[in-house]
């Protein structure tokens, strides 16, 4: 017979050891999830439940022991990592995490205030309390000096309220994020304004973790990035007058979420990050755009490299990202040598939207630019193969926009076929990427998305041009059609074309780079034509034999019947070119009448 169940259809009786007070301070439900939640902070990666709590194989479970020992942590709120039965060890905790001492209050009474002017008074060792709490019956604060914490522990303080202070056990652990809730805001905004000078135009942001009336009550280090964006968002929006900022002693390691001050236009000339943690100057790459004048870097490890160096090598690195500093660390340097000093009313030259090298050659220029975009955007991709040569080489690049810029949109339909070096370093894969012949790149551009360039946005630039050939730079914007959304997209194409014996040109290289356009590019693209024509059918009796010739060939080069030709040519007084500029601004207005192409 199996083992029988002395206990089978009788009452289990009562563990004996316990009164019912230590029970209910064990499993009650409050004091049960406070236990589990402060072992979860030990051990992020062990599920919920009691640590070994799971027994060897042929070990028995003692009842009595485990819960002699959950009373104990109960009774003691005990705070220290406890031993992972399962791996060996406590937690690891990563390099680079900040560790406090947490001082730990029993059996609450006083207020915060009351508890913590008396700890100041009666410690030896100077102190700030930082991020005062409570948790129960249990208050909890923070120092940063070990010494101090050490000295906390011994003292001897009675208060009428409290009675005498209980310290806990001290802890070294990391201070939790706080979330910056609308509270929090409130407190920031009102210490931002204490701090601020409005006769010197100066802000003091200087040790911001220890501000006597945000310390107490919060931990907002400006090291952590959630709340150095919100203070530089508070700044912005209430000060557009800023000209000393001083980030001194913050533990500071970079200066994300500070480049805002040049997204908003913040005229800072005077900048103290003394007494941080920084390591590189590749943290100023994103304040070039700040007009410093002064700038204290001392006490940071990159100072201290830089200057054994020398000073010559230090104020040289340092003005690769300001070049207008004459302070430096206090020291006032030479002026800089600049040329980039203008006259009053100086006007920086317009753009210009062409440059050519000989101008004789700008007939043949717009000829080609038009006729071969007629062709792109109607869809009639497969024409263009008469343009290309039979060896021609094509590769298509695509891109994004630097970080800082806002319009990112997708280039998927171009990465597949892009040849971008920067991403590519097998010489084999960037091979294949190139097009080889006539057919092959007819086939890729067949496969690209539907577009309508924009001419006004051409700007063309030609620097080589002999009897054998001509390179043509064009820059400009598209709008790319799809089914979803209408996005528009910035290019650049780079053409290497040579004259036929027919008298005509073809293409025998050609680089295609597309990135999404700038704010810029796109505020001024595809602006309405002012006073679009409307094509009427014309006779072409009373021609001359030149006339016909050039309705002749504008009938072919732009793809309409020779009635429509006739009268955009007329249109312009028989200016071949103004009527080509013509036809292409009336494409992107979709002002042709589709019976113009009709033969």
């Known amino acids: 017979m199996g083992r029988q169940n ?8 009562e563990r004996s050891g316990f009164d019912e007070e230590e029970r209910r301070l064990v499993y009650s439900e409050e004091s049960y999830d406070q236990r589990m939640h402060h072992r979860r902070e030990d051990f992020p990666r062990f599920r919920d439940g009691r640590i070994g709590r799971q027994k060897k194989k042929g070990q028995k479970y003692n009842f009595d022991r485990q819960l002699q020992e959950d009373l104990s942590y109960a009774k003691e709120e005990r705070q220290e990592p406890r031993r992972d039965y399962r791996r060996g060890g406590p937690r690891h905790i990563p390099s680079g995490v900040e560790l406090w001492n947490r001082i730990t209050i029993k059996n609450v009474k006083a207020t915060k205030d009351e508890l913590l002017k008396s700890i100041i008074e009666a410690c030896p060792v100077p102190f700030v309390p930082v991020y005062y709490h409570l948790r129960g019956e249990f208050g909890f604060f923070f120092v940063e000096s070990s010494e101090a914490a050490s000295a906390i522990q011994r003292l001897h303080i009675t208060l009428p309220v409290q009675g005498k202070i209980e310290f806990g056990e001290t802890r070294r652990m990391p201070i939790q994020n706080i979330p910056v809730d609308e509270r929090v805001q409130i407190k920031l905004r009102q210490v931002l304004e204490r701090r601020y000078d409005p006769l010197t135009q100066s802000l003091d942001l200087s040790n911001f973790h220890y501000d006597e009336s945000l310390c107490h009550e919060y931990y907002i280090p400006l090291s952590r990035p959630m709340n150095m964006k919100e203070v530089m968002r508070i700044i912005t929006e209430n000060t557009k007058d800023l000209k000393n900022l001083d980030l001194s002693d913050n533990k500071l390691q970079n200066l994300d979420n500070v480049e805002i001050l040049v997204d908003k236009s ?19 790459a994103k304040l070039k755009g700040l007009p410093l004048e002064s700038l204290i870097l001392d006490g940071n490890p990159i100072a201290t490299r830089l200057k054994e160096k020398g000073n010559d090598t230090y104020r040289r690195e340092i003005r690769r990202f300001f070049p207008k500093v004459v302070v430096l660390d206090s020291d006032v340097l030479p002026a800089p040598v600049t040329f980039d000093v203008e006259p009053d009313g100086f006007k920086v030259p317009d753009t210009q939207p062409k440059f050519l090298v000989n101008e004789g050659v700008n007939d043949v220029l717009h000829t080609f630019v038009n006729q071969y975009y007629s062709f792109y955007d109607q869809g009639r991709r497969s024409e263009l193969s008469e343009a290309y040569h039979e060896d021609v080489l094509f590769s298509l690049t695509a891109g994004p926009l630097p970080k800082n810029e806002e319009n990112q949109f997708k280039l998927g339909a171009y990465f597949m076929e892009s040849r971008n070096l920067m991403r590519i370093k097998e010489s084999s894969v960037r091979s294949k990427k190139v097009r080889r012949g006539r057919s092959e790149t007819i086939k890729l551009l067949e496969t690209l998305p539907k577009s309508v360039h924009d001419p006004e946005s051409f700007r063309y630039d030609v620097t080589i041009v002999t009897d054998t050939l001509m390179s043509i730079n064009l820059k400009g914007v598209f709008r790319e059609e799809t089914d979803s959304k209408s996005v528009i997209r910035s290019f650049t194409r780079f053409f290497v074309i040579c004259p036929t014996p027919r008298g005509g040109y073809y293409i025998i290289n050609d680089l295609l780079f597309i990135s999404n356009a700038s704010k810029a590019q796109e505020k001024v693209a595809f602006k309405p034509v002012e006073t679009p ?18 309705i002749a060939q504008f009938s072919v080069q732009s793809g309409m019947n020779v009635t429509y030709a006739q009268q955009c040519l007329e249109s312009r007084n028989w200016d071949y ?3 080509a500029e013509l036809f292409q601004q009336m494409v992107v207005a979709n002002a042709v009448p589709p019976e113009a192409f009709q033969r």
């Open 533 to 550: 024509l409307k094509i009427e059918p014309s006779t072409s009796s009373g021609l001359e034999t030149v006339q016909r010739e050039m």
């Open 577 to 579: 070119n103004a009527a």
């Open 266 to 284: 913040v005229e800072v000339k005077a900048l103290n990050v003394s007494n941080n943690r920084i390591q590189s100057l590749n943290v100023f």
């Open 6 to 13: 002395k206990f089978k259809g009788q009452r289990r009786p």
